[in-house]
């Protein structure tokens, strides 16, 4: 990995408080409708450079929220600042050239490329600037990029997998490849839509173990996940969504003894 970025797997760089309490993505009044359904609501939130985790029943809007932040949707309505960049509205690839990354399932072409392949495309994916550099120095460049993918994979715990190809990864083993490639790509905030999904509760630690880690090293991590039981205990922050509204915020597990967040899981289960 690259030195003196934040990014050294090798480097121990623990943040102070007011650090962590640095302002990353603020969305202000975000408003999204499908037709008649008005998916997001006046959805104003701040992520912190820390773990901010989205929760809310089905439907509640948490991935139209991210789809909005991240391009991937237009916004009707509101603001999304990312430090002190307005991005609202932009298209997904400049969005992701802020240092904003969305991990996605490995697709199908890339289960085919190994381990390590998979790393190196998402570095070279990142931008011109690293493709022209590459052709003015592709040695020295592709020696340092096979470095910092194989750091990351040491950080990961998948390196002995480098040369294996993805599909024969397990699912928590592609979810940590998932979280390779965002780290290969610098990212500033890394936006994750379920990463712990169907993974087995040992696993699911292990991914959120790397993920506090990260955080600790001045990576912002936007959450979306349904296994509270699981997740609560690693997270600094917690939205809670309903009907496209924010409902209800608070500090990890503390969030749960909030009435209204009572009262919309038990509408879901009803
Ligand atoms: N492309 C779309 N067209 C029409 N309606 C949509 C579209 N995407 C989402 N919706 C609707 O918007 C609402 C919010 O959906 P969203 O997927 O954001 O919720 P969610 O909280 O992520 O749900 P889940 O936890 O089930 O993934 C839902 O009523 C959904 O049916």
Same mark, same amino acid.
């Given at each position: 990995?690259?030195? $003196?970025?934040?990014?050294?797997?090798?480097?121990?760089?623990?943040?102070?408080?007011?650090?962590?309490?640095?302002?990353?993505?603020?969305?202000?009044?975000?408003?999204?409708?499908?037709?008649?359904?008005?998916?997001?609501?006046?959805?104003?939130?701040?992520?912190?450079?820390?773990?901010?985790?989205?929760?809310?029943?089905?439907?509640?809007?948490?991935?139209?929220?991210?789809?909005?932040?991240? $391009?991937?949707?237009?916004?009707?309505?509101?603001?999304?600042?990312?430090?002190?960049?307005?991005?609202?509205?932009?298209?997904?690839?400049? %969005?992701?050239?802020? $240092?904003?990354?969305?991990?996605?399932?490995?697709?199908?072409?890339?289960?085919?490329?190994?381990?390590?392949?998979?790393?190196? @495309?998402?570095?070279?994916?990142?931008?011109?600037?690293?493709?022209?550099?590459?052709?003015?120095?592709?040695?020295?460049?592709?020696?340092?990029?096979?470095?910092?993918?194989?750091?990351?994979?040491?950080?990961?715990?998948?390196?002995?997998?480098?040369?294996?190809?993805?599909?024969?990864?397990?699912?928590?083993?592609?979810?940590?490849?998932? %979280?390779?490639?965002?780290?290969?790509?610098?990212?500033?905030?890394?936006?994750?839509?379920?990463?712990?999904?169907? %993974?087995?509760?040992?696993?699911?630690?292990?991914?959120?173990?790397?993920?506090?880690?990260?955080?600790?090293?001045? @990576?912002?991590?936007?959450?979306?996940?349904?296994?509270?039981?699981?997740?609560? $205990?690693?997270?600094?922050?917690?939205?809670?969504?309903?009907?496209?509204? @924010?409902?209800?915020?608070?500090?990890?597990?503390?969030?749960?003894?909030?009435?209204?967040?009572?009262?919309?899981?038990?509408?879901?289960?009803?």
């Amino acid at each position: 990995m690259e030195t $003196g970025k934040g990014q050294d797997m090798k480097v121990s760089c623990k943040q102070n408080n007011r650090e962590r309490n640095k302002i990353e993505l603020v969305t202000r009044n975000l408003t999204k409708s499908f037709g008649e359904l008005r998916a997001l609501d006046e959805v104003s939130i701040e992520v912190k450079s820390c773990i901010t985790l989205i929760i809310g029943p089905n439907g509640s809007g948490k991935t139209t929220l991210i789809n909005v932040i991240t $391009g991937f949707l237009g916004a009707d309505k509101g603001r999304i600042l990312f430090g002190e960049k307005e991005v609202t509205n932009l298209p997904p690839h400049d %969005i992701f050239k802020q $240092g904003i990354v969305r991990t996605f399932q490995t697709s199908q072409p890339l289960l085919k490329l190994t381990v390590l392949e998979n790393l190196l @495309i998402a570095e070279a994916n990142y931008g011109e600037s690293i493709i022209q550099s590459f052709k003015r120095n592709w040695l020295a460049k592709e020696e340092a990029l096979v470095k910092k993918a194989l750091s990351t994979l040491s950080f990961l715990g998948i390196e002995h997998m480098w040369n294996e190809p993805a599909m024969n990864l397990s699912g928590g083993q592609l979810r940590l490849l998932e %979280i390779g490639r965002a780290l290969m790509c610098q990212a500033k905030l890394i936006i994750m839509d379920e990463p712990i999904a169907g %993974i087995a509760p040992d696993l699911s630690h292990s991914i959120l173990k790397k993920i506090r880690e990260l955080s600790g090293r001045g @990576i912002s991590f936007l959450i979306v996940e349904h296994r509270l039981d699981l997740v609560l $205990g690693y997270v600094d922050r917690v939205y809670v969504m309903a009907g496209g509204r @924010i409902v209800a915020e608070g500090r990890g597990k503390e969030v749960l003894e909030n009435p209204r967040v009572v009262e919309v899981y038990l509408g879901d289960q009803g």
